[in-house]
Structures are given as C-alpha cells and as structure tokens.
C-alpha cells in the first residue's frame, strides 16, 4: 500500500470525522439515531454554494480564487454565513418535529421521524437543485508532492487543516466552557442535570445549533474535495454511524478517530480492488465493533 | 369503463403487494417492537432470488434456472428470512437505535451488490423477463390484471390470518410483553432474544416474499426499485395505518399508496413539463409531510392497536 491511499484514506477520514463530531455530540445529548445528520450536511453546502454565488453576485471580484486555493473569499464567508442557517434549520426542525415527539418520550419515534424527515428534505434539496453534481468551482488545481509518492491539492491540505481546528475547538468547548460542561452533564443524565439547575432545553437548542452548523462545516469539505449533490450527506451517512459507534457515542476525540479509521479501511478496500463496494465497508467495520466492543473505543454508556 | 375496472384492479394488486410488505414490517416493528430501516434491502433479496431461480438462461449471468414461479417466491422468502436472521442475531443484543442503523445498513450493502454484482444480479441495468404468471391472458387487460388481483389478495389474505392468529396466540402476546417490559417478560421465564430472533426472521422472510411478488408481477427489477424511499414509504404506511394492527397495515398500504398515485398524476398535470422530472422528489415530500403530521398528532395511526386478551380469557367474559 503506498503512501497516495494512505493520504486519500486520511482525507477520507477526516471528512467523515468531522462529520461524525457533529453526529456524536448530538447522538448523545438528544438520544437517538439522527438520521437527518447527513442530510444537514446537504443542506449546509447548498446554502454555502447559494450564499457564494449571491456574494459573487453583488461584490465584484471577490470570487477570485485565493491563491493557492481554488475558492475565493465568498467561499470562506458563505461557509460562516452556511453553519448560522443550517444551525438554524436543525433547529426549527426541531421545534416543528422533534419537539413534540421528545416530549411523548419515545425515542424510537424520534428515529422514525428523522428518517422521514431525512427523505423529504433530500427530496426537496433534489426538487430545487436538480440531481446534478456541482462545484464550488471549476478552477483547476494541481496536486503539489509533498513526499515521495504522495500529492495533494491545497484545498485538501485545508480541509485536513479545518478538521483540526474544528476538532480542537469543539473538544476544547465541551470540556472547558460551562455550557459545554452542562452539555457533557445533560448527555450523561438530563433529570439530573434538571435537578443542578442546568437549563436542559437551551442545552437541546444550542446542541441543535452546533449540530446542525458542524454538519454544514463538513458539507462544504466534502463539496470541496469531491462534488456537491443532494445525497453527499446521505451516502456519507453509514460511515457518519460507524465512527460514531466506533468512538463511542459522545467522545469527540473518539470520533475523529473513529472517522480516520472508516477512512483508512475504506481506502484500504479500494486498495484491495473493491473500489465499488467502498460504502459496505463502512457497513462491515460497523457489523465488526458491534460484536466486538459495542460501546466503541472511548465509549462509557451501557450498551 | 374496462380500461377503469383493469386500472382499479392493477391498483389494488400493487397496493396489496405493498400491504405484504407492511404486514413484514408490522410483525417487527407493530407487535414485538423491532425498529428496521432495510425493509427495502429485504425486498430485493426476495426479488433476486426469485428472478434468479425463475428466468430463463441468459449468457454472462449467473442462474436463469427456468424453476416454476411458486418455487422462486419459496426461495426468495426463505433467503429474505436467512438474511434477516444474521442480522438479528448480530444486533437484536444491542440498543434499538443500533438496530435502526445496521438495518440501513445491510440496505445499503445490499443495494450496492445489486448495483455493482452485475454478472450475478445484472447491476444497474437489472433482470428482465421474469416469468409473469397468467402471461397467457396478457393480452386481455382486465382478466390478467383481475387473475393478478386474486392471486395478490389471496396471498395477502391467507398472510393476514396467519399473522392474525399468531398475535392472539401465546407466542404473539410473549413477542408483546417484550415489547412493553422486558423485564418482566424475562422473569416469566421468555427469552427475548430468541423469540426477538423468530419475529425479525420471519417478517424478513414475509417482506422478501412481497418483494418476489412485485418482481413476478412486474416482469423487471433494478436497483433503483429498492432505493431508502421504499423502506419510507413502507413505514409511512404502517404508521398511517396504525402499527400493531394487521388490518391498519392493510388500510395505510391501500391509503398512502392512493395518495402516492394520486399526488404522482396531480404534480404530472399542475408542474409545467420542464418541471415534471422533478415532480417525483415532491411526491416523497408530501408523503414526508404526512408521516410527520400522523406521528405528531395521531401517533397511533388511523386504526390504532387493539387491546388482544387470550381467547379463554375472552370466552370466560373476565376482564
């Protein structure tokens, strides 16, 4: 195996490492298999691609690429402005859906709508954006060696580059700030958060929120390394659980980890000439910790 | 009037087919409380198996055994039920939610063998001529769509009354009292996770039989026909229907599958035609918008489950 798969796989891994940051924090905390993750991840790189191309629009010259990179400075602020309306959007899903249903209780509820809702805003991102790949741009860019054998572009040194920042940042904030300690508290047993008085509902609103603006940040990742389509985040989606469960539901570091690892085993497949079936690798890696340690790497909740 | 009365019947057949499919996932997810989002996944195997056993040969593809079709819906339950057991005895151990995302998964990896297993399963271009029974009528609408209908209903009938009959029987009301304690059902003495196993091996196997069903009565299947959107529409009808209840199952097929074709021809005649491509991506909106409203403000479905006492118990007028 030479060091190209080894670079692919990483970048691989960190884009389903970040994605699966946002998946984990709000697996744990909301408690329920959030199938509309990876379709916030669609929505977060059409808003950012929408918002790019009005900025585009109205401030002349700012799409000029940014040397080395092949997006310029609308790309950088429609992401910011992207995260807010995705976050936004996770959360008014939430007060029109998820709400009601938490309240009844039932977890398993919970999971059915999501996976409706999942389809129905799949189906809508297709119906407006037809199921047309597109770019944040056409420029070309040309793949720098960085040792032997191994090349990347810049825009993938950036999205390892973003992954990092995000990561550091989001394990700093759960473990140092207080609503990221109550965040930690809620997760760990939200009638006992009620009773410290930890206010449980703005712990629910701001995980939708970071939820929803993390699933944007690796939307606009993968729309840079590889294409934008309304089901980026929905194929995305099985390997998302995979280093979730692999991590251990709630352990951010555990998800990047677990991320890396999906990544380097689905490169290693197309290694192994099974290019076509990439995504069932993610499927057997999930079957594999589900019998072997089901409470993933760094995981603590029973099972 | 005939062409309505042929259209009435190739209507009912196709919802009845999808009816087999809720009865599946009723037995799962209604009675014993099994969460599975690979209904689709379990449909194509069915589907497969069958057409493999039942075309005729056909060079660079595997099977084409030309075996009657009775023998393919046999092979093609039983190979949906193999499946679902391997899964079950994989993850019916672990949390419900995990359950939820292996099923997604199996769907997922089976679609992709579908897709790109093309010497045995055709790949994206799929399997053609798979032997449609009555093929001799076909050329007389209404008498092959009507043959189809009672073939179709029989099958869904004689399904709902075994499945009917197992609810009321002891084993249906253990499958229950796991559902809503498992606890309790434990210190009965009951083993949930083999009789969790037996239910999810069996819808399995009632929805790879639906699936070989639709593929007979269809004469064609892709990939593209067990895409997520036919586990969605599945659940959509159990849970309109009323989950836990074997006739909700029936009515949400028929009900949501009316609305289906209906909503399909409304946007076909209201979108301008550069539209209409897209018109499908907003017919599984509006079925999104319904599961969301029938989850939100009538959780237990238009018939809702009834209350299922044992027989003697009934007779003896006890409460």
Redesign the interface.
């Known amino acids: 195996m030479n060091l190209q798969y080894l670079a692919d796989g990483l970048l691989l891994g960190s884009t389903i490492g970040l994605g699966a940051i946002g998946l984990t924090i709000t697996y744990s905390i909301l408690r329920?298999?959030n199938?509309t993750h990876g379709d916030m991840i669609s929505w977060g790189a059409y808003f950012a691609l929408t918002v790019a191309g009005l900025l585009g629009g109205i401030v002349a010259g700012a799409a000029v690429p940014l040397a080395p990179f092949s997006f310029g400075w609308t790309v950088v602020v429609a992401t910011l402005i992207a995260m807010a309306l995705t976050g936004l959007l996770a959360l008014a899903l939430d007060q029109?859906?998820f709400r009601?249903?938490r309240r009844?209780g039932s977890?398993?509820?919970m999971?059915?709508?999501s996976?409706?809702?999942s389809?129905?805003l799949r189906?809508?991102l297709?119906?407006v954006f037809?199921p047309q790949p597109t770019y944040f741009s056409t420029e070309l860019q040309f793949a720098v060696p960085i040792a032997r054998g191994l090349r990347l572009t810049p825009d993938q040194i950036a999205v390892l580059g973003l992954t990092l920042v995000l990561f550091v940042a989001c394990h700093l904030w759960l473990t140092r700030s207080q609503i990221g300690r109550a965040m930690r508290a809620t997760s760990e047993n939200p009638s006992l958060a009620r009773v410290v008085g930890i206010d449980v509902d703005r712990v629910v609103r701001i995980t939708w929120l970071l939820g929803g603006s993390l699933a944007c940040a690796s939307g606009v990742m993968t729309g840079l390394v590889v294409q934008i389509r309304p089901y980026m985040g929905?194929d995305l989606?099985?390997a998302l659980?995979?280093a979730a469960?692999l991590g251990g539901i709630g352990s951010v570091p555990g998800a990047v980890l677990g991320g890396l690892i999906v990544g380097l085993a689905e490169s290693l497949g197309v290694w192994a000439g099974a290019a076509?079936?990439r995504?069932?690798i993610?499927?057997l890696v999930?079957?594999a910790i589900?019998?072997v340690r089901?409470t993933g790497l760094f995981g603590s909740r029973a099972? | 009037m005939i062409d309505l009365l042929g259209y009435a019947a190739f209507f009912l057949t196709t919802a009845l087919t999808y009816a087999i499919l809720c009865l599946g996932l009723n037995l799962q997810w209604g009675m014993t409380?099994l969460?599975n989002?690979g209904v689709a996944g379990f449909a194509a195997v069915g589907a497969y198996v069958s057409a493999l056993l039942t075309t005729p040969e056909i060079a660079g593809r595997l099977g084409g055994f030309d075996l009657p079709i009775a023998l393919g819906w046999i092979a093609g339950a039983a190979a949906a039920g193999l499946c679902a057991l391997l899964v079950g005895a994989?993850?019916l151990r672990?949390?419900?939610?995990?359950l939820?995302?292996?099923t997604?998964?199996?769907a997922?990896?089976i679609d992709?063998?579908a897709?790109?297993a093309q010497s045995i399963t055709g790949g994206p271009f799929g399997i053609g001529f798979i032997p449609r029974p009555f093929i001799a009528w076909a050329g007389r609408p209404l008498l092959f769509n009507g043959a189809h209908l009672l073939l179709t209903g029989g099958v869904a009938l004689i399904l709902f009354w075994a499945l009917e009959r197992a609810g009321r029987s002891p084993w249906g009301r253990v499958l229950r009292a796991i559902r809503e304690d498992e606890t309790a059902a434990l210190a009965l003495g009951k083993s949930a996770r083999a009789y969790r196993l037996q239910a999810f091996a069996l819808g399995g196997a009632v929805m790879g039989l639906a699936g070989a069903i639709q593929a007979h009565y269809i004469g064609f299947i892709s990939p593209l026909n067990y895409v997520?959107?036919l586990?969605?529409l599945v659940?959509?009808m159990l849970?309109v229907g009323g989950s836990g209840n074997n006739a909700g199952a029936v009515v949400g097929a028929v009900g949501v599958w009316g609305l289906w074709s209906a909503s399909g021809y409304l946007l076909n005649t209201l979108l301008a035609s550069q539209y209409q491509a897209?018109g499908s991506?907003?017919q599984?909106?509006i079925?999104?918008?319904v599961?969301?409203v029938i989850?939100?403000l009538r959780?237990r479905g238009l018939l809702g489950e009834r209350r299922i006492v044992s027989r003697h118990l009934e007779e003896t007028g006890a409460p």
């Open positions: 329920f298999a199938f029109l859906l009601r249903l009844r977890a398993i509820a999971v059915i709508a996976f409706g809702a389809l129905a189906s809508l297709e119906f037809t929905f989606l099985l659980f995979a469960i076509d079936y995504e069932a993610s499927f999930l079957i589900l019998l089901p099972r | 409380g969460f989002v994989i993850t672990l949390r419900a939610d995990y939820a995302i292996t997604f998964g199996i997922v990896a992709l063998f897709l790109n997520s959107a586990t969605f659940w959509t849970i897209r991506s907003l599984i909106v079925i999104g918008v599961l969301a989850l939100v959780p």
